[in-house]
């Protein structure tokens, strides 16, 4: 046992100390800062585009934008002092006022959105998937079983026959039902499987 040990110790030390001779393949570029970027001429082009969309989407009321205030910055991870390369905030005209009488509908909340803004966030990743995994396949597979998809699963659905109580019947959860956190699965946290 202890032969295999330094063996390993020995093949891990020559492949630690063999990683600063590999040098990249190709070019290596600088880290875009937002001088940079600010005066590329693609960057230019992209961000009038932006500016272009979200006008016209904050002008459609089918986009949601009467109901719907937000905010997004464009910015280069590499700049340390943070500096929006691009901004867009859009408030909803609901927030500020309900129609001719002037009265305020939101009460407690800004009036106007703008970069020092607090939203409320919650846990974006599950939302960001959601989305992705809708825009690919649309709601054609909503309703399908998440075993068709994790079949590792089907073992501790089969249990369920002999224990509905301990184990989860993971062939009648769906993908829309896990989506959208309906399914009554509880967190696990205290328990090994």
């Not at 070019?27 to 006008?55: D, M, R, Y």
């Not at 001719?100 to 970069?115: E, F, H």
């Not at 597979?141 to 109580?165: G, H």
Request: hydrophobic residues 40%; proline residues 6%; glycine residues 6%.
């Amino acid at each position: 046992m202890m032969k295999h040990n330094v063996v390993l110790l020995a093949f891990l030390g020559r492949h630690v100390s063999a990683a600063p001779n590999c040098p990249p393949l190709g070019a290596v570029f600088p880290k875009p800062s937002s001088a940079i970027l600010s005066s590329s001429p693609a960057i230019i082009s992209a961000l009038s585009n932006l500016t272009s969309t979200f006008t016209a989407r904050d002008l459609d009321n089918n986009t949601g934008a009467y109901s719907t205030s937000y905010s997004i910055e464009v910015w280069s991870a590499t700049d340390p002092s943070g500096t929006p390369l691009w901004s867009w905030h859009h408030t909803a005209p609901n927030l500020t006022h309900s129609g001719a009488n002037g009265t305020y509908t939101n009460t407690t909340g800004v009036r106007k959105v703008d970069k020092n803004t607090v939203y409320r966030l919650g846990s974006l990743t599950k939302i960001f998937t959601i989305y992705t995994w809708l825009v690919q396949d649309g709601d054609v597979k909503w309703n399908e079983p998440i075993t068709q998809y994790v079949p590792e699963l089907q073992a501790v659905a089969d249990k369920s026959n002999q224990d509905a109580v301990a184990n989860v019947d993971w062939g009648d959860i769906t993908i829309g039902a896990l989506a959208s956190q309906m399914a009554g699965i509880v967190r696990d946290c205290e328990s090994s499987v």
